[in-house]
């Protein structure tokens, strides 16, 4: 009886050490700051030819971008980059981007809003580029820190600033988590362009179809792997839950053919908000290619949301 139990306890203790280090990998896949090499071969992540982007690059590395930087509750020192608008105005457009990206990435979104009139600030979020941390906050402990970036602008522009927020797939989920706190009267609206419901939703999908494994145990211990590494639980970041706290005006917009943060993670958010709102489903989009795929579209839907809250 003795040697069962023992056998008992030991196969126990290997099958915990197993899943320890099974969430131990999982956590530096998906959270740790590093290359993040997978999304090259993800079949659910477009590689969209660099030529589709290539004017857009073009004219980033032709303006007088400006250093911006600030630090966060922690210390951090978060930097960032900020073009003036050519004429006198108080519309500003901070654009967030997404999972392993940096500001620079959002230069075809840059270029559209400064060629609107827009003051341009594209951060690097914590984690990311050329700004401290060594994970990734899914936009979560990002909230706080473009709160401290909306601050940075208003100092910066003035009292009578208008800033619009936009981020792109993770940063789609950023601007709807910063969305449910309490903001200035200075943000005017908020767009978000493919995001995900939640970090524990967009986790369990990804962790389903990279690794045909369900989310529990996995998504738990990753999460309290997080909690003690990073300092929170992905059940903590819920766009759903902030955007049910906004009462900003959000734009929602998503690809139908959007397989790396599924297309119904839209209608979950879109049913959740509160405060005045309006979906934009792109037809042929994949994931993070809306702009490229309808740019026309885009644009239209976009300026005539803004135009309702941005004079």
């Not at 608008?85 to 840059?110: N, P, R, W």
């Not at 970036?149 to 208008?162: F, H, L, T």
């Not at 998504?219 to 990073?230: H, V």
């Not at 958010?269 to 709102?277: F, T």
Request: glycine share 10%.
């Amino acid at each position: 009886m003795t040697r069962v139990l023992a056998i008992v306890i030991s196969g126990v203790a290997l099958i915990a050490l197993l899943l320890i280090l099974i969430s131990l990998y999982l956590y530096r896949l998906g959270v740790s700051r590093n290359k993040k090499e997978f999304l090259r071969t993800d079949p659910n992540m477009p590689q969209v030819e660099e030529s589709a982007w290539e004017a857009a690059q073009r004219w980033y590395r032709e303006q007088p971008f400006q250093d911006a930087e600030i630090e966060s509750e922690e210390g951090l020192h978060l930097r960032g980059h900020f073009l003036e608008a050519e004429g006198a105005t108080h519309k500003v457009a901070i654009l967030a981007h997404g999972y392993s990206g940096e500001g620079e990435d959002m230069a075809a979104f840059a270029h559209f809003y400064h060629e609107s009139g827009y003051h341009v600030l594209m951060p690097d979020n914590r984690g990311h580029g050329h700004s401290d941390g060594k994970y990734i906050g899914f936009g979560w402990h990002d909230r706080k820190d473009y709160l401290r970036w909306i601050d940075y602008v208003v100092k910066r522009i003035g009292e009578q600033a208008q800033i619009v927020l936009h981020g792109v797939s993770m940063g789609g989920g950023t601007v709807l988590m910063v969305s449910g706190e309490k903001l200035p009267e200075q943000v005017k609206c908020v767009i978000s362009d493919c995001a995900y419901s939640s970090v524990t939703g967009i986790l369990s999908y990804h962790l389903k179809m990279m690794f045909k494994l369900p989310s529990f145990p996995f998504i738990p211990l990753t999460s309290l792997i997080c909690k003690l590494r990073a300092g929170y639980f992905f059940g903590e970041a819920s766009a759903i839950r902030q955007v049910s706290r906004s009462c900003k005006p959000i734009l929602l917009i998503h690809g139908d053919r959007d397989t790396f943060v599924p297309t119904k993670m839209v209608d979950q958010l879109y049913e959740a908000a509160r405060s005045e709102k309006q979906k934009l489903i792109v037809r042929n989009a994949r994931h993070g290619t809306s702009f490229i795929t309808d740019p026309d579209g885009y644009r239209s839907a976009v300026m005539g949301f803004i135009g309702r809250y941005v004079v």
